[in-house]
């Protein structure tokens, strides 16, 4: 791996790292799937690639979808340091590779990630000089309740309950973040958060193309 990178070396950094939150159902990683193929941006944002230790699957690529590696290795490299933060999901681990990151940033690669509030805020205190923090929220707390409940057939009243406590201390919490968005017509957010990108981008100097 990498070594680290030192406080005064990364304002020096041409990189910069687009971090997405927002609750379940918000439609974040919509948001960032449709801004990582547009015209504009593809060849100048990188997704972030995340350790896993899921098992690989048949149409996944080592380093293009995942870096995948046993739960012993996730566990050392998080004692190590490693890891910048992680998520656990139906019993796997999934984490953002530090390396990989500052790798990135000192080669003037821009980012782009989708995470939860406590990744935002790990990101945001590891690379305070490069990190662009932007919240995608629902038009209601109603409206997304109906999206969890679409996108998951299956999910029972309590779960959703569940979902929408966390989602208004998230809504909270984005007071914080350097935008907001709001997620009601596809198209138009889409488009602010491509204008977000591209402003930053554009006054941000040194940055290359994207590795594809």
């Not at 782009?112 to 406590?118: A, G």
């Not at 305070?128 to 969890?148: C, D």
């Not at 929408?164 to 007071?175: D, I, P, V, W, Y």
Request: contains cysteine.
């Amino acid at each position: 791996m990498n070594k680290p990178l030192r406080t005064r070396e990364r304002a020096k950094d041409k990189g910069r790292v687009f971090v997405i939150a927002g609750p379940s159902g918000s439609g974040k990683t919509t948001l960032a799937r449709e801004v990582l193929r547009a015209k504009r941006l593809k060849a100048r944002l990188n997704k972030s690639i995340s350790f896993t230790t899921r098992p690989k699957r048949s149409a996944e690529k080592e380093g293009k979808d995942y870096f995948f590696i046993t739960p012993r290795q996730f566990r050392q490299y998080n004692k190590d340091k490693k890891i910048i933060e992680y998520t656990r999901y139906l019993g796997y681990y999934y984490g953002t590779p530090r390396g990989f990151v500052e790798e990135k940033l000192r080669r003037g690669k821009n980012i782009l990630m989708c995470l939860d509030l406590r990744g935002v805020k790990a990101v945001k205190k590891l690379f305070p000089e490069n990190t662009v923090t932007i919240f995608v929220r629902a038009p209601s707390l109603e409206a997304l309740g109906s999206r969890i409940e679409k996108r998951c057939c299956h999910t029972k009243a309590l779960e959703v309950k569940k979902r929408l406590g966390l989602a208004k201390k998230e809504l909270q919490a984005s007071r914080g973040f350097d935008y907001r968005i709001l997620n009601e017509v596809l198209p138009k957010a889409v488009g602010e958060l491509k204008a977000i990108i591209l402003k930053h981008i554009a006054t941000w100097p040194g940055t290359v193309p994207a590795e594809r």
